[in-house]
């Protein structure tokens, strides 16, 4: 099962900002240098974190099992509308790459089953977590984002929350995707992103010891 549109990370090629050194004498550029330097090395060193709050997140299963309660959507079949508040931690992980994890818990509303697909409508608590490597030249600058987000909008922006039999196709999800470009893409440094491990847990639907679980 697939969690919530871990979308593609498109390249942005970009250069590092070149440190200006002062201009009073050879002594002062080089005051100047290693004070730049340190402020470089303690932000590329420092881990950082963020938290955002969304409603209205499309939340999908594998393909195979999509049902007459499924909606569509770019990323596959949508069964429920979560709302959640996802913790991230960035931390550096080599030469110009970063580990952004999200911590997120809340609410899924379901009006299909996510193992078939058919009409079903419940309510309850999800936990998750996912990795992924981002390579940036640059920190990620967390004022980029909002205390709060729509999980989807349409070509306006305005919100589009995900119901029974809806078209979602062509909408743009603010996953993960998009709240990692927020992050890194303000300081036009951040090369790409790579997925990594993720785990969610549902609570009231059946599969195995009661709890949906998906690693």
């Known amino acids: 099962m697939r969690i919530r549109t871990i ?3 498109a390249a942005a090629p970009a250069a590092l900002a070149a440190v200006l050194l002062g201009t009073a004498g050879q002594a002062g550029a080089a005051i100047t240098q290693g004070s730049a ?5 303690a932000n590329v060193q420092r881990t950082y974190t963020a938290k955002v709050s969304q409603t209205g997140v499309p939340d999908t299963t594998f393909g195979s099992n999509a049902g007459n309660a499924t ?3 770019d ?7 979560d709302n959640i508040t996802r913790n991230i931690t960035i931390t550096p992980s080599g030469p110009d790459q970063w580990t952004v994890t999200f911590v997120e818990n809340g609410q899924y509303n379901a009006f299909a089953d996510p193992n078939t697909g058919n009409a079903w409508t419940g309510t309850g608590n999800m936990h998750g977590t996912v990795s992924y490597t981002v390579a940036s030249h640059s920190a990620p600058i967390t004022a980029n984002l909002p205390a709060s987000l729509p999980g989807m909008v349409d070509p306006s922006g305005n919100q589009v929350v995900p119901s029974a039999k809806s078209d ?5 999800v603010q996953g993960h995707g998009y709240i ?6 303000g300081n036009a440094n951040w090369q790409g992103v790579t997925g990594g491990p993720w785990s969610y847990h549902y609570t009231g639907i059946q599969d195995v010891q009661g ?5």
Do not use: D, E, M, R
């Open 7 to 9: 979308l593609a990370a």
């Open 37 to 41: 330097a340190a402020v470089l090395t």
């Open 71 to 73: 909606v569509s959507s």
């Open 75 to 81: 990323n596959g079949p949508v069964w429920a509308s």
């Open 168 to 172: 979602l196709t062509g909408l743009t």
């Open 180 to 185: 990692i470009g927020l992050l890194f893409s």
């Open 211 to 215: 709890v949906y679980k998906q690693v």
